[in-house]
Structures are given as C-alpha cells and as structure tokens.
C-alpha cells in the first residue's frame, strides 16, 4: 500500500524559501515519476511540479524559475524547494505518483504572509 509523508512546511515571509519533503513507501520509488501538487480552501487540487524516474522535470507556469522539484532514490524522498514565495503560494502543499495518483497523505501546510 503506498503511503506518502509529507513536511517541512511552515510560515515564511514574502520573498522567503522553503524546502518541503515526501517520504514515499510501498512502491518501487526510483521508478515511480512523481508530484507535487497544492490546493487552498474552495479551489480545485492544483499540479506544481513532475520529476520523472529519469529526473526530468516540468513546472506550473505560476511557479517556473521560483520551486525545484528533486528526488533522492535512496531514502524514497521527493523534494520542493520554493524560492521568492508570495502570499499566492500559501496552500497545503501534497506530493504523489504522477500522473495517476494514489491516496493522498495528510500534505503540509505552507503559509507566506508578513
């Protein structure tokens, strides 16, 4: 059964960093391409970020050249680092297998406010 661990998330200010991490399990991870995606209150789940087995990656228009997505196969993690975060990133941030995701885990909480 997959089961995925998010955290790191936390309050930062505009213009701050922040590195959220997954912990992935019960799948062959260094194979699995995987994502991190966000949602807020009353919107839809958005896609952020894809890292593929081979690690490619693709971005969200709203986040390209600000978040890095990266992986590291031997402790099944996959990583988002936010750079230059505004308040519109604010959300609670999810990673899971791309593009069919499996159960969500809980997601961690990323606030951006002064």
């Known amino acids: 059964q997959v089961q995925l661990v998010e955290s790191g998330g936390g309050l930062v200010q505009p213009g701050g960093s922040l590195r959220v991490s997954c912990a992935a399990s019960?799948?062959?991870?260094?194979?699995?391409?995987m994502a991190w995606h966000r949602q807020t209150p009353g919107k839809q789940r958005e896609l952020v970020a894809v890292?593929?087995?081979?690690?490619?990656?693709n971005y969200a228009a709203s986040v390209k050249g600000r978040f890095a997505i990266s992986r590291d196969n031997a402790k099944n993690t996959v990583y988002l680092q936010m750079n230059s975060l505004n308040p519109e990133d604010t959300a609670v941030y999810y990673c899971?297998?791309?593009?069919?995701?499996?159960?969500w885990g809980q997601g961690t909480q990323v606030t951006v406010s002064s």
């Open positions: 899971n297998v791309y593009p069919y995701p499996s159960s």
């Open positions: 890292i593929t087995s081979g690690g490619s990656t």
């Open positions: 019960g799948m062959l991870f260094r194979v699995t391409d």
